[in-house]
Every structure is written in C-alpha cells, then in structure tokens.
C-alpha cells in the first residue's frame, strides 16, 4: 500500500481520499482552508445540485470541453451511481426540473459532512496547510507546505480550478503542473455573466425575462440558447447567458442578438402589432410596446432601434413596423467580453489532456503523479454536470490506481 498526499479538500479530492482509504492506502489531504469542501458550500446556490439523471450519451453532450476523454470515467461511475453512493453515506436525495440532483435537506453542508464525516473516516487532515512546491527526489514526492516538508509515494492533485478565489482556487495546481513539464491550456471563465458595450445597460440592471432566445454568432458558428436571462450593472446573466459564455470564452469575433419573441414567426409578430395597433390607434407607441416588453426595456426599446416612443399608433408606417418587429426578433446586443475569472461557476481550461491517462488519470509525464477534477483541461455546462466529473474522475482514479 502506498503513502498518498491529495492536494486539496474539494469534491473530487474527498471523494478520491475517501476511496483510497478504503482501500488501505495512507491517504493525508492538505487543504488551505480551515475546513474541507469550502466550493461545495456555495454550489447550486448553498443546495448543492450534486449530479444530473440524464441518460450519459446526453450527459457527454453538455460536456463543452474533454467529453472523449471523460467517457471512460463517466461510465464507470455513472449518475446513478453517484446518487446510489450518496444514499448508501445516508444523505437522502430528490430529483427536481431538468434531471438535477439534490439532498433531501436542500443544504450543502450535508453533502460535506457525509463525505468527510463517513466517506474519508480513515483520512488524515491537514487544515490550513497550504502547499508551496512538490517535487521529486528519486522515488519519492517531497511536498512543501506551510507545515513542513512531507514525503510521498503518490500524489494526486484535486486543487480545483480558478475561479471563486475565496474558496482558495487560486490556480496552485497548474503551477505544480507546470514544475512536473506539464502543459497547461488557456484557463478562462466558463459560466459567468457577459459584458455589453451597451450604454443603456445600465438602465436595464435587474431586469430578468423568461423564455427569450439568445442568439451568438461566434467565429462563424451559430448558437442559440432558449430560456431566462437578466441584464446586470456591466450586461446580462442568468441561465442562458452562463451557458452562452462556455462557447465563447476563446472566440475572437462574437456578435450576439436576442429574440424576445421566440415563439412567433415575423408574420405571426405582425398580425399581433396590427391587433395591438387597431385596438390601441389613438395611443402613443410607448404604451403598446409596455404591453410587449417589460416595463424598463419598453422606455429605451424605441429610441435604441430609431423610433420615436412618443408617436401616435396610427401613425406608424408598414416601415416602421417593420423596425418595430426586426427589434423584438433580432435585438442588438454589443458583446463586450466575460466577466473576471472570479465571477465564473468554474474555470475553462487546465492540464494538458493529451497528458493524462484518461482511465487511471496518472500524468503521462511522471509516474506516481495524479490530476483530477477541475485542474484538468475539462469544463461542462450548469445542472450538476461539473460535480459528476469531479465524482467520476475521482473515482476512476481510485478504482485503477496502482500500489
């Protein structure tokens, strides 16, 4: 049996410490923080959406980044195991909308406390212990933290990606990467809110719409995105938005519009104007675009695509309202970026996979040395579809790792 350092009390840190335990193994986890599993605390908005139900072809296809190369650990430790795993720790679960799970409890710090309480119930802690440097002499891994210098057998590194700083990802695990010759692909945000060049964006902060379609152009590939967004203080999040930035977060040339009525063709838009304007003659266009829009849209909608609000219904050429309906079904929204990296549910972007065993997840380069989790080159949209990678590559990890 070995002497296994785990950097980092994550998710797929515990869940790898755990399993290796089990086994025999002496497993020590060094983390930061004065406590384990600070990211999950906050995921699915202090919930926890552990994993998605869905069958796992669907589920590869919300994986944006690394899909082939998580195929193998993604079917042995399917979503449904995930949940089996769980329950059988004792932490009850529920499926809600969209095939995302949860606890019972619908609090996060219950997935934490099964997993470090029952799971790593044979694994030393080392809280507060921030790793500083690893490296290597002969067959041996020294591990340099703020509490000494530790020798290892193996060590496995599930120090997360870089995103949410104050959980402690601040990037430490391409650093050691980089030290063993390891590449590491562009790290980026990945589902975090866009930035608009927009001047009236400010005057939209808050306001949320449902079941809008956002449409991008990015490097020449279409994307559509169906659902609720909301526009922010610098341009708009929400659901749609964050998935949006997981495409676009390496494209140089991205121009976006959005549909506010995906539902209705242009002719079906149409005829509704020309009800809306026969019962509504006498009226000034603002008052029938607040029976289109939300209210705070409606007062900037006219005088951004080049009407006048205050024009009377009856007015309004067959032109015009040919304006009027490009406007709600092809809105223009000037892409100005993501937001920091610190503002993204996770980070885009890590070790080299071409550089990782996709079955064992021991590095190519050195032996005894292992990547899993958000450190590795791999990224998959909101849903639960994250934390199943981390549970998954853990576990691939353990199941195939040699004495």
Same mark, same amino acid.
């Not at 669907?58 to 944006?64: D, Q």
């Given at each position: 049996m070995s002497k296994v350092a785990v950097i980092g009390a994550g998710a797929s840190g515990l869940m790898v410490a755990g399993f290796l335990a089990d086994k025999g193994h002496d497993v020590m986890v060094l983390e930061k923080n004065e406590k384990a599993g600070k990211k999950l605390f906050i995921t699915g908005k202090g919930r926890c959406n552990i994993t998605n139900l869905?069958?796992?072809?669907?589920?590869?296809?919300?994986?944006?980044?690394?899909?082939?190369f998580l195929r193998s650990a993604i079917y042995s430790f399917s979503s449904i195991d995930c949940v089996n795993f769980f329950e059988e720790l004792g932490l009850k679960t529920k499926v809600e909308r969209g095939n995302r799970v949860f606890p019972e409890s619908d609090k996060a710090g219950d997935v934490v406390k099964v997993l470090k309480e029952k799971h790593c119930r044979n694994v030393n802690f080392s809280?507060?212990?921030?790793?500083?440097?690893?490296?290597?002499?002969?067959?041996?891994?020294?591990?340099?933290?703020?509490?000494?210098?530790?020798?290892?057998?193996? /060590?496995?590194? =599930?120090?997360?990606?870089?995103?949410?700083?104050?959980?402690? &990802?601040?990037?430490?695990?391409? +650093?050691? $990467?980089?030290?063993?010759?390891?590449?590491?692909?562009?790290?980026?945000?990945?589902?975090?809110?866009?930035?608009?060049?927009?001047?009236?964006?400010?005057?939209l902060q808050g306001v949320s719409l449902k079941n809008v379609e956002l449409n991008v152009l990015a490097d020449g590939k279409k994307l559509s995105f169906f659902g609720e967004m909301l526009f922010t203080d610098q341009g708009i999040s929400g659901p749609? /938005?964050?998935? =949006?930035?997981?495409?676009?977060?390496?494209?140089?040339?991205? &121009?976006?519009?959005?549909?506010? +009525?995906? $539902?209705?063709?242009?002719?079906?838009?149409?005829?509704?104007?020309?009800?809306?304007?026969?019962?509504?003659?006498?009226?000034?266009?603002?008052?029938?675009?607040?029976?289109?829009?939300?209210?705070?849209?409606?007062?900037?909608?006219?005088?951004?695509?080049?009407?006048?609000?205050?024009?009377?219904?009856?007015?309004?050429?067959?032109?015009?309202?040919?304006?009027?309906?490009?406007?709600?079904?092809?809105?223009?929204?000037?892409?100005?970026?993501?937001?920091?990296?610190?503002t993204g549910i996770i980070t885009s972007g890590g070790v080299n996979l071409k550089e990782v065993n996709p079955k064992t997840f021991e590095s190519k380069l050195v032996p005894g040395l292992y990547f899993t989790g958000e450190v590795l080159d791999v990224d998959a949209?909101?849903?639960g579809f994250n934390l199943q990678i981390a549970w998954a590559t853990a576990f691939s990890l353990a199941k195939n790792f040699c004495v």
């Open positions: 869905c069958p796992t072809d669907e589920f590869l296809k919300n994986v944006v980044r690394g899909d082939k809280f507060d212990d921030e790793v500083l440097a690893i490296n290597k002499k002969d067959d041996a891994f020294v591990v340099v933290s703020s509490k000494g210098k530790r020798a290892f057998e193996k /060590v496995i590194i =599930a120090t997360g990606g870089k995103s949410y700083k104050t959980t402690g &990802s601040s990037g430490d695990g391409y +650093k050691f $990467a980089k030290t063993f010759g390891h590449s590491v692909e562009e790290v980026v945000p990945a589902l975090c809110p866009i930035v608009l060049k927009d001047k009236f964006v400010s005057k749609i /938005v964050l998935t =949006a930035s997981s495409y676009v977060n390496r494209c140089q040339n991205v &121009s976006m519009t959005l549909d506010f +009525k995906p $539902a209705l063709s242009d002719k079906q838009l149409d005829m509704r104007l020309l009800r809306d304007f026969e019962e509504n003659k006498n009226k000034d266009l603002k008052n029938v675009l607040k029976g289109l829009l939300p209210k705070a849209i409606a007062e900037v909608f006219a005088e951004i695509i080049g009407l006048d609000e205050n024009k009377k219904i009856h007015d309004i050429t067959k032109a015009e309202r040919q304006k009027l309906i490009e406007g709600l079904k092809s809105f223009k929204l000037s892409y100005g970026g993501l937001y920091d990296i610190n949209l909101t849903g």
